[in-house]
């Protein structure tokens, strides 16, 4: 069977070996005659699964021992409320640094819990860019700051974290977790979906201080607590059990390739080769980010006329390009190349970039 090149912003390609291994074992799993899928979340075979999991995340992301590695679900949206309900109190106000769309959403559902701020905005612009760091407003009676590394929509990644706030930094890294080397300790909390860099959705990634689980109000339900599952090793209640299985050969996938640093020289690979040919096209294709800003999980781009933009995308669907449509906020195009997205296909769609300006131009 002939694969799709796999542009999709989310759920969004997956290594081919996982997607095989998978699939060799997925009536019989470790020999027990049953899939993962049917396997007691308390047994031995898949308590393996689950701890190797959490074992290769630390080492891949180089986390430190002052940190716990959690295994959750609800995806980043979940997180939105959970962590406004755990870290922000009534005399705090909640710092969020807009630069896109799920930060709006996440500033939205912390607004129903308590005060909340924006210490930098790129909306003006429809978020062209990365807030400078010399811009961003800190406050004494920040709870926490709240920013979003990779911005799907947009096409607009935050190039370094350079930045010192006193109170605790937190980051949705839903898009762009694992596929670049990042100082963990930099941050109390890092939190991501799954379903873009680490496997398919139903998992969510969340990388919290310990420190941070001492100070969360009685009234919080047990089930959004964040020390609930710290306590249980993510196993307070069933867990998303194939999606951690997916996850757990994902991350084997990232060690053989590899880890942290490779995905970045890998993904540096194919950003090059689809903004050189927006820049060397004289404006026949239109870069929706400000250089500097540029996105390496995410191209965004316009054609000069919304009839081009539409041609464009029919003949590439004809061509089998999957998931190039634009957000409707943006519109256009958009390229989302994953970690697990290949340079091939990264070529190909170049090749066919470069061909449709020659016949449209």
Same mark, same amino acid.
């Given at each position: 069977?002939?694969?799709?090149?796999?542009?999709?912003?989310?759920?969004?390609?997956?290594?081919?070996?996982?997607?095989?291994?998978?699939?060799?074992?997925?009536?019989?799993?470790?020999?027990?005659?049953?899939?993962?899928?049917?396997?007691?979340?308390?047994?031995?075979?898949?308590?393996?699964?689950?701890?190797?999991?959490?074992?290769?995340?630390?080492?891949?992301?180089?986390?430190?021992?002052?940190?716990?590695?959690?295994?959750?679900?609800? !995806?980043?949206?979940?997180?939105?409320?959970?962590?406004?309900?755990?870290?922000?109190?009534?005399?705090?106000?909640?710092?969020?640094?807009?630069?896109?769309? @799920?930060?709006?959403?996440?500033?939205?559902?912390?607004?129903?819990?308590?005060?909340?701020?924006?210490?930098?905005?790129?909306?003006?612009?429809?978020?062209?860019?990365?807030?400078?760091?010399?811009?961003?407003?800190?406050?004494?009676?920040?709870?926490?700051?709240?920013?979003?590394?990779?911005?799907?929509?947009?096409?607009?990644? @935050?190039?370094?974290?350079?930045?010192?706030?006193?109170?605790?930094?937190?980051?949705?890294?839903?898009?762009?977790?694992?596929?670049?080397?990042?100082?963990?300790?930099?941050?109390?909390?890092?939190?991501? !979906?799954?379903?873009?860099?680490?496997?398919?959705?139903?998992?969510?990634?969340?990388?919290? +201080?310990?420190?941070?689980?001492?100070?969360?109000?009685?009234?919080?339900?047990?089930?959004?607590?964040?020390?609930?599952?710290?306590?249980?090793?993510?196993?307070?209640?069933?867990?998303?059990?194939?999606?951690?299985?997916?996850?757990?050969?994902?991350?084997? @996938?990232?060690?053989?390739? !590899?880890?942290?640093?490779?995905?970045?020289?890998?993904?540096?690979?194919?950003?090059?080769?689809?903004?050189?040919?927006?820049?060397?096209?004289?404006?026949?294709?239109?870069?929706?980010?400000?250089?500097?800003?540029?996105?390496?999980?995410?191209?965004?781009?316009?054609?000069?006329?919304?009839?081009?933009?539409?041609?464009?995308?029919?003949?590439?669907?004809?061509?089998?390009?999957?998931?190039?449509?634009?957000?409707?906020?943006?519109?256009?195009?958009?390229?989302?190349?994953?970690?697990?997205?290949?340079?091939?296909?990264?070529?190909?769609?170049?090749?066919?970039?470069?061909?449709?300006? +020659?016949?449209?131009?």
């Amino acid at each position: 069977m002939k694969r799709a090149h796999n542009f999709n912003a989310g759920p969004a390609a997956l290594p081919l070996k996982v997607l095989q291994q998978a699939q060799e074992e997925m009536l019989n799993f470790n020999n027990t005659g049953m899939s993962v899928m049917e396997l007691s979340h308390r047994g031995p075979d898949y308590e393996q699964v689950h701890n190797e999991a959490i074992t290769l995340i630390k080492e891949l992301l180089a986390i430190p021992d002052q940190y716990e590695v959690l295994l959750m679900q609800g !995806g980043a949206s979940l997180q939105f409320s959970m962590i406004p309900m755990n870290f922000l109190s009534k005399d705090k106000t909640a710092n969020y640094i807009l630069t896109g769309s @799920w930060s709006e959403k996440a500033i939205k559902e912390a607004n129903y819990v308590g005060n909340t701020t924006s210490g930098a905005s790129s909306k003006e612009s429809n978020y062209t860019y990365i807030p400078n760091k010399d811009s961003i407003s800190f406050n004494d009676s920040d709870a926490y700051v709240h920013l979003t590394s990779n911005n799907t929509i947009y096409g607009t990644q @935050w190039q370094d974290f350079d930045i010192k706030p006193t109170s605790p930094l937190i980051v949705d890294m839903s898009s762009d977790i694992l596929s670049r080397p990042v100082p963990v300790e930099h941050f109390s909390m890092i939190y991501a !979906g799954a379903q873009k860099n680490l496997g398919p959705s139903g998992v969510t990634l969340v990388i919290i +201080k310990k420190d941070l689980l001492k100070h969360v109000p009685e009234h919080v339900p047990t089930l959004l607590r964040y020390k609930t599952h710290a306590d249980k090793n993510s196993l307070y209640h069933t867990p998303p059990t194939f999606a951690i299985y997916i996850l757990n050969k994902v991350l084997h @996938w990232v060690k053989e390739n !590899g880890g942290a640093a490779g995905m970045e020289e890998r993904n540096a690979k194919k950003a090059r080769l689809l903004y050189d040919t927006i820049d060397k096209s004289a404006g026949f294709y239109q870069g929706h980010a400000e250089k500097d800003s540029r996105s390496s999980m995410n191209v965004t781009f316009n054609l000069k006329t919304e009839e081009l933009n539409a041609k464009f995308l029919k003949e590439a669907k004809e061509a089998g390009f999957v998931g190039l449509n634009g957000h409707r906020s943006v519109g256009g195009c958009r390229a989302s190349i994953y970690n697990a997205v290949s340079l091939e296909s990264c070529q190909a769609l170049q090749e066919f970039m470069t061909n449709f300006q +020659k016949n449209n131009s």
